[in-house]
């Protein structure tokens, strides 16, 4: 079963600036099946990026995803008020356990 | 526009059963793969189960294994999930999500709102 480890935990960071988070997967997968999430407080999981590095439709391209392998990241270019939020990445049926993604 | 609906939810004993609905529009239902995604409270997100868009093949966490039943109506759009031997570790809000592909997870493109099942004595 593959594991997926996101890092940092809790990334503080100020508006305006970028945001890089990360995604480890415990064995190579295959950049088709991993997709990335925004959740705010309250509200369901929203797609942002799926096959890695494609984003979902309505998705600002402030928000891009990279990586193979067992590496993967999402990058937020400039950091909006309404980005801060948790954020996932997926596999198939696993779920890494989270970034928060604080104002600073 | 696509819609996901859950309801279902409640307070159940420990040992109890509960049965999760999903209603879907604004999308081929038959065609989709599908799926129940929850969250305890203050956690992260589980993968429950999936159930592909013709109901043939169905994949269960090892969490509830055994104890929960993914199913599909597609003559009446509607997904659900059937909770028996209910555990503490089971309150979560449930979500039901589509998923992207007919035949395997691959990912989830639409969620509904979520419900809460909450196991108390």
């Known amino acids: 079963e593959i594991v997926l480890t996101q890092s940092p935990a809790t990334l503080s960071l100020s508006p305006g600036e970028r945001a890089t988070l990360s995604c480890g997967a415990s064995q190579s997968v295959s950049s088709s099946y991993l997709a990335w999430y925004q959740q705010k407080p309250g509200l369901a999981p929203r797609l942002l990026i799926y096959d890695a590095s494609s984003r979902a439709t309505g998705i600002p391209d402030r928000f891009s995803g990279s990586g193979s392998g067992t590496d993967f990241t999402l990058t937020i270019s400039r950091l909006e008020p309404e980005d801060f939020a948790v954020y996932y990445c997926?596999?198939?049926?696993?779920f890494g356990q989270g970034t928060k993604l604080e104002i600073k | 526009q696509v819609q996901l609906v859950e309801s279902g939810g409640g307070v159940v004993q420990p040992g109890g059963s509960l049965r999760l609905s999903c209603a879907a529009s604004?999308?081929?239902?038959?065609?989709?793969?599908m799926h129940w995604v929850r969250q305890a409270p203050g956690k992260g997100l589980e993968w429950v189960a999936f159930i592909r868009y013709d109901g043939s093949n169905k994949y269960y966490a090892d969490s509830v294994k055994g104890r929960f039943t993914i199913s599909r109506d597609n003559s009446k759009n509607t997904l659900y999930l059937q909770m028996n031997s209910l555990r503490a570790e089971d309150t979560a809000v449930y979500y039901c999500?589509?998923?992207?592909?007919?035949?395997?997870?691959?990912?989830?493109?639409?969620w509904g709102q979520g419900t809460l099942v909450t196991v108390s004595s």
């Open positions: 997926q596999h198939m049926g696993t």
């Open positions: 999500a589509k998923d992207s592909s007919w035949g395997v997870p691959y990912y989830f493109d639409y």
């Open positions: 604004g999308f081929t239902f038959s065609s989709y793969g």
